[in-house]
């Protein structure tokens, strides 16, 4: 396509006026997420046209949509974590281990993370949406994501040996639900940019002069 744009663009691939794209998924080979796929396409020799083209350049990556989805999948990630919660109770139900004074303990402990995690999506979603339908500065926006991420990544991070510790070796042994809600979300809990995130944090509490208690309202 003969075209003055730069930057990054996105682009629907006119699969039904080219030749089969070749696809390769050999590389994709898990811990977790066994039932994903991902793939390689080789897009060599394929041209596109002006009407083929999605949005403007660089419209992918901005914000904060970009950034801002990280919610998205801190939601999905807590998800697991719950679901490893409610995996652990069955099996010391099924063990009669709910008299367990230690038992009960570690799921207390669990029961307030993942409510300290679904107060931070809760939080996370309507700061949004308010502060996208006030205009907000992109940056607060996108600060307020990447902390939640952060939070719901390290609370993740304290349920699954907490879980761990409830079922013993017996409960990482498939077929039992426990191993595959494990695996899956070990696998999950690896977003892209971890530290990056953690800079772009710092930078915009360091730059912005507003107390603690109002940084955010």
Known sequence: MDSPRRGWQMVVVPTERVQPIPVDDRFWQPLGMRASASFKLDFTDVTVQHDDLLGEPNRYFEQPYFSGGAIRFAAVQLGGASALFDATRRFLADMHRLDDVLQQTRLAELAYLIESGNQWLRSAGDKTDQWLADQTDPATIVAYANMTRTAIEAICLQVMPLCERCVGARGLLRPHPFERI?????????????????????RYVLTNPTAAHALWT
């Open 182 to 202: 494990h695996r899956d979300l070990t696998m999950y809990l690896r977003q892209p940019a971890p530290d990056a995130t953690l800079v772009d944090i710092g």
